[in-house]
């Protein structure tokens, strides 16, 4: 019997090799092809697995039955404004995923605890550039914006060393050693506690630009900013006049709006910022091929798949 196909855009046609034999591994009964694959008949390919498809190729294959997106958030399939929305478009929600995501927001936290920034800078010069910190892990409340799967594991393991948790979302959470904070109405006061203030929202129209001056204005005097959602949530030009202004103390941001960050933008050589080239969560494409297998069983038995993205909710 010929198997059905999965078609793959995720990390370029070099990447196929890993990506077949972590689909074999997991023993998923799919014929896993290159995306722009010639041979391949538009109507046998039943799954694509894609991170940025080009608009309007979604929409050609007539028996797709499930889109995976092979990163957490899918916003960079969403924007095709041909994407068939009858087709069930799963996140990709692993808990390595989360875990990864946990670590650098933990990373990132201790690092602007520890002020690594100035010590890379001092060690670069070299100078022996002595300075005592004040506030520890106890005394300092993390704010994560989007207590969501990575929020809410980034949350437990921030508490876990320590730090006060706090965290905004649409809807209430209850999450052990987390205040909870929701809604437009809320986000004050979430502001108004964070000493570091952590963005793990998705891409929305509602989310877009909230890293700007109006939102950072309304933080603590002297916090700090790690920005792990999207590019498109910050305006940097406002993130760089916040730091000049001493409002904002130090900032870690992973995401850029134009990626790569070009080489000769300012925020590269900012003494107060570190920039790190969107890897706060990218799981191996063994784990991530084990789990789109484990959801294509899912699917073939008629069960219903978790994680599927919300058209009208945006997430
Ligand atoms: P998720 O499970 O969908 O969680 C999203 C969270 O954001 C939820 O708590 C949701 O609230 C909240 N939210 C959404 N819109 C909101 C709004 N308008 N106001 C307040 N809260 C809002 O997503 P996830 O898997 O945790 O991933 C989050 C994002 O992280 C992804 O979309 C992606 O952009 C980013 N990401 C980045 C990397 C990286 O390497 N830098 C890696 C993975 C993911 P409710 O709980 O009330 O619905
Ligand atoms: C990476 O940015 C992801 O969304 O998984």
């Not at 925020?267 to 789109?292: C, D, G, K, M, Y």
Request: with cysteine; hydrophobic share 45%.
């Amino acid at each position: 019997m010929t198997k059905p196909i999965l078609l793959v855009k995720s990390g370029g046609e070099s990447a196929m090799p890993d990506w077949q034999r972590g689909f074999a591994e997991a023993g998923a009964q799919v014929e896993v092809r290159w995306w722009d694959d010639a041979g391949v008949d538009p109507a046998a390919v039943r799954y694509a697995l894609v991170w940025d498809p080009e608009p309007g190729r979604l929409a050609k294959l007539p028996n797709l039955q499930v889109i995976f997106g092979s990163g957490a958030g899918v916003d960079f399939i969403t924007r095709d404004p041909d994407l068939p929305k009858h087709v069930p478009l799963v996140r990709m929600a692993t808990p390595g995923a989360a875990q990864r995501m946990g670590e650098y927001v933990t990373w990132a936290a201790l690092s602007l605890l520890q002020d690594a920034r100035r010590m890379t800078l001092a060690q670069a010069v070299p100078r022996w550039d002595y300075f005592e910190r004040e506030p520890t892990a106890p005394e300092t409340t993390v704010g994560i914006m989007g207590l969501g799967h990575m929020g809410a594991t980034a949350a437990r393991m921030l508490n876990g060393i320590g730090f006060r948790v706090i965290g905004w979302s649409r809807t209430r959470k209850e999450l052990p050693g987390v205040q909870s904070f929701a809604g437009a109405v809320e986000q004050d006061a979430f502001l108004a506690r964070a000493d570091i203030l952590v963005c793990l929202l998705p891409a929305t129209p509602e989310t877009r630009g909230i890293l700007s001056a109006p939102l950072l204005g309304r933080m603590k005097q002297g916090a700090a900013l790690v920005n792990v959602g999207r590019g498109q949530h910050q305006r940097i030009e406002d993130i760089i006049a916040a730091l000049a202004s001493g409002w904002l103390s130090a900032a870690v941001l992973d995401v850029f709006e134009q990626e790569p960050l070009p080489a000769d933008h300012p925020a590269w050589q900012h003494p107060r910022l570190t920039i790190t080239p969107h890897v706060a969560s990218l799981p191996p494409r063994s784990e991530r091929a084990a789990h789109v297998a484990q959801m294509i069983a899912l699917h073939e038995r008629g069960e219903t798949l978790p994680n599927t993205y919300d058209h009208e909710r945006g997430y």
